[in-house]
């Protein structure tokens, strides 16, 4: 049973539009969330994250927004840069925890 | 910057072959962590590691074992690979003991026929 879901597989964009990535978790004591971004035949990146006592943080083009009532949180991408396309990865981390626990993947389709 | 390096990016492996993945970071942080990823099913946690010596199962062990002799250097091993043992496998580092980001190495794709 998957801890957290993403549950779109896949999501295209027009350039320059937003581009809204969803995940879900059922764990209500996971506390740090973090947002990775995977190009083919590499490492995931980290882009941004969020703890539990905050509800949003901004870094440039992307926002992380955190629903705790909900077990929500999504990823707000603007504008969208062709750039951009990219598989799309969700963790969670538990207080103190020394692993993360990753959703399966959104990929991010940015059309010129 | 952080720079984590896998010894490999693409291996192939004969079934029944004993395999090495080794995994280097530079910054000296606590936690290292192998990661297998396969489509769908996003990035399973193999193994990690918070200190010299000390390991910890994560959701896969199945069929692993892992070596951390050094503080940089976290090594994967497959006993006997199998074909269902093909996939990414990524190491990361994190520098511990509160929730920070973790830095991930390139990845190694590995196919076992």
């Known amino acids: 049973d998957q801890q957290v879901k993403q549950n779109s597989p896949s999501l295209s964009v027009q350039e320059g539009r937003i581009s809204i990535l969803n995940c879900d978790y059922t764990?209500?004591?996971?506390?740090?969330f973090l947002w990775y971004k995977k190009y083919p035949a590499e490492g995931p990146t980290f882009l941004i994250s969020?703890?539990?006592?905050?509800d949003k943080n901004e870094d440039g083009r992307f926002t992380v927004f955190l629903n705790k009532s909900a077990k929500h949180l999504s990823l707000h991408i603007v504008p969208s840069q062709p750039g951009d396309s990219a598989v799309y990865f969700c963790?969670?981390?538990?207080?103190?925890?020394?692993?993360?626990?990753f959703g399966p993947g959104t990929r991010l389709s940015v059309l010129p | 910057d952080v720079k984590v390096t896998q010894s490999s990016r693409y291996l192939v492996k004969r079934t029944g072959e004993k395999v090495f993945l080794e995994c280097v970071q530079d910054m000296d942080h606590e936690n290292m962590f192998w990661y297998r990823q396969d489509p769908g099913l996003g990035l399973r946690l193999i193994y990690f590691s918070y200190d010299v010596k000390m390991k910890e199962k994560g959701d896969i062990p199945e069929g692993y074992s892992v070596s951390r002799e050094k503080k940089e250097r976290f090594s994967l091993i497959l006993e006997s690979a199998s074909t269902n043992q093909t996939s990414m496998y990524l190491c990361?580092?994190?520098?511990?003991?509160?929730?920070?980001?973790?830095?991930f190495g390139q990845g190694t794709r590995l196919t076992v026929v």
């Open positions: 969020i703890s539990s006592i905050k």
């Open positions: 990361a580092c994190e520098q511990g003991p509160m929730n920070t980001e973790a830095f």
């Open positions: 764990n209500s004591m996971f506390d740090y």
């Open positions: 963790a969670a981390s538990l207080p103190y925890g020394q692993n993360f626990v």
